[in-house]
């Protein structure tokens, strides 16, 4: 289970977010071999012929299996350099038949992943000066759509030329993300893009729209992107926990109520 040790955590980790609009968080117990089952399982599905993914998947953003390539297939100009399957996790379940141990692998590790997210969430919750649980209250992410998003990104003969996936900040609320530990992932800090370099058997949390609307821009949701290389395959799995559905998310109230800090955002639903 994920504890914050101390206030002195609790404050270092709101500072690191304030400023780059992510964390590595270590210590979160959710077991290794559990982070790497669920690449490998990933990497299974995304490594199927291209038929056999096509008659698991929809093409829908509402479906609850989909894969493909690039970002939006329906608008993208540019085709990036990955594939990718998105399946949600909650608040209803669903996985692929194949490989027939991903439905067990990933129904733990989402219900990990969740408690891991809740206890950030919280902790943001408090940095802004609510309660505990105000976030969890309001806009009842319990309800909330969770997905698993992994990410194949093949070896490519010119790198310099691709994109695995083009800049962009999450939706949602918190953003965690693994990957089997090939460099590709960038953050955008003070207008330069920056390697995050992975840390084993940790995950990257990434703040999300909804914090930014909510927190009122005080939380910013991170400007990320990955690029590719021409030697590994690299493999990403970001997990996002959005509010409930038909929550509606802006900036709190209790947060905008001084004079000198109006709403800078407006409301809006998850869907
Ligand atoms: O591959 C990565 O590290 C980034 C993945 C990502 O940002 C996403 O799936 O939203
Ligand atoms: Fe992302």
Redesign the pocket.
């Known amino acids: 289970m994920f504890l914050l040790p101390s206030m002195l955590v609790l404050l270092i980790i709101c500072f690191w977010y304030l400023i780059w609009g992510y964390s590595l968080v270590t210590n979160h117990g959710v077991p290794e071999r559990m982070m790497k089952a669920i690449i490998e399982a990933c990497r299974e599905f995304l490594e199927l012929p291209e038929e056999e993914k096509r008659g698991i998947s929809g093409k829908h953003v509402l479906d609850p299996i989909r894969s493909g390539t690039s970002f939006n297939e329906s608008v993208d100009e540019i085709l990036c350099w990955r594939d990718y399957v998105k399946i949600f996790q909650h608040p209803e379940f669903h996985s692929p038949n194949k490989p027939p141990s991903f439905r067990e692998i990933a129904l733990e590790y989402s219900k990990r992943v969740r408690l891991v997210a809740r206890e950030i969430i919280r902790g943001i919750s408090e940095s802004l000066g609510l309660e505990k649980d105000y976030i969890y209250e309001t806009l009842n992410p319990e309800n909330g759509l969770q997905l698993i998003?992994a990410?194949l990104y093949p070896p490519c003969p010119q790198p310099e030329l691709a994109m695995?996936?083009p800049p962009?900040s999450?939706h949602g609320l918190l953003?965690l993300?693994i990957?089997n530990q090939i460099g590709?992932?960038q953050v955008q800090h003070k207008g330069k893009w920056v390697n995050i370099d992975p840390i084993p058997n940790s995950f990257l949390a990434n703040i999300g729209d909804h914090i930014e609307i909510l927190s009122n821009g005080k939380y910013k949701s991170v400007l990320?992107r990955?690029v590719v290389n021409n030697r590994d395959v690299r493999i990403?799995i970001?997990v996002p926990h959005g509010p409930a559905l038909d929550a509606i998310v802006s900036p709190d109230s209790k947060l905008v109520e001084n004079v000198g800090n109006p709403p800078a955002y407006g409301a809006m639903k998850y869907k």
Do not use: I, K, M, Y
């Open positions: 998003a990410n695995g996936l962009h999450d953003t993300l990957q590709g992932l990320h990955a990403s970001a």
